[in-house]
């Protein structure tokens, strides 16, 4: 099979590139490089530029590469922007997505998975959460997210595409230092941010109901992330018309004060963080039950924190060479 990577040139994105290509599978990245790097894609993938709502470019991306199969990752990502800006996000992410499907249904590709979030569970008040858990999303981010799982269902149902939805966690890590995520949005790079600053990394709210008082979220290893996708998109190959809903995450809480100790422990820095008040909308517990994905795909996280954080710092580090020094 040939797979189309949207936003191949992404954090994510480009590990799901390599993963496929590792695992003998022929790739083809289609990102508009709004915020993808061109460089992040191995010699020997073609690259496409083009947005997912330009119908045509995606036609002929399709009919140019034979393409047999999609992983659909291109989206807007950032929930605090959403909220400012819901109809970029809508467009971007639902309006974007229904074009595609439009052109893959057209084209006869047999074959689409797509990226979603565990932003569609919104704050739930369980102590693992299943795929069954209600979807209460909090942002316009997440609900264009859980939307998209709808129009993803629904074509599938209606045109026998299979189909798969991952609802990810908290992504952490880098395969290599080139791949790392180079944005600040999520709470390993923001502390790395703080470190490099010689600053107190922070944390927004130490009296939930956890046991230190802080946050529990789900990490999960980009590696890990990535080898599910391989193993979402050979389990459609040979299963027409299959609709999947999976959790990808370790099934391990860590307490935001937790991986501040880890980072400084890494990093060799010793900085202890500062307490501010609650962000809104921070929910005091998501961690996935990883079960269904174990049963469905025999697939399972390798990685700890510690392999996670090692690896982000060394991505951090080869942008930041300052921050190596204390």
């Keep these: 099979m040939t797979w189309l990577i949207t936003g191949g040139a992404g954090y994510i994105g480009a590990h799901v590139v390599r993963a496929m290509t590792e695992a003998g599978e022929r790739t083809v990245v289609y990102d508009d490089l709004s915020t993808g790097i061109a460089e992040r894609v191995p010699d020997g993938v073609p690259l496409v530029v ?114 798969a939805s991952l609802r990810y966690f908290n992504v952490a890590g880098a395969a290599t230092p080139a791949l790392a995520d180079t944005g600040v949005f999520n709470l390993i790079p923001m502390v790395f941010e703080k470190l490099t600053e010689n600053a107190p990394p922070r944390i927004f709210g130490d009296d939930y109901p956890t046991p230190d008082g802080t946050c529990v979220r789900d990490y999960i290893h980009v590696v890990d992330l990535a080898e599910a996708h391989v193993a979402a998109a050979r389990a459609l190959r040979s299963a027409p018309g299959r609709d999947l809903t999976l959790n990808i995450g370790r099934g ?41 994905i174990a049963t469905e795909l025999g697939w399972k996280a390798k990685h700890d924190v510690q392999d996670m954080i090692t690896s982000a710092w060394e991505g951090w580090v080869r942008l930041h060479p300052e921050a190596a020094r204390d």
């Design 50 to 163: 083009g947005s997912t709502l330009d119908a045509e470019r995606v036609a002929r991306a399709l009919a140019d590469h034979g393409i047999t199969g999609v992983v659909h990752l291109a989206a807007k990502k950032q929930v605090g922007e959403s909220v400012d800006l819901p109809l970029h996000y809508y467009r971007e992410n639902v309006e974007g997505l229904r074009v595609l499907l439009e052109q893959v249904t057209a084209a006869g590709v047999p074959s689409f998975v797509f990226s979603s979030s565990a932003a569609v569970y919104g704050m739930p008040d369980v102590e693992l959460v299943t795929e069954e858990t209600p979807c209460v999303p909090m942002s316009p981010y997440g609900e264009t997210k859980l939307a998209g799982e709808w129009l993803v269902r629904a074509t599938g149902r209606a045109t026998g595409l299979a189909t």
């Design 252 to 292: 391990e809480g860590v307490s935001v004060r937790e991986m501040i100790d880890h980072v400084n422990a890494v990093t060799g820095h010793h900085r202890p963080p500062t307490v501010h008040p609650r962000r809104p909308g921070d929910p005091a517990r998501v961690v996935a039950s990883a079960d269904r």
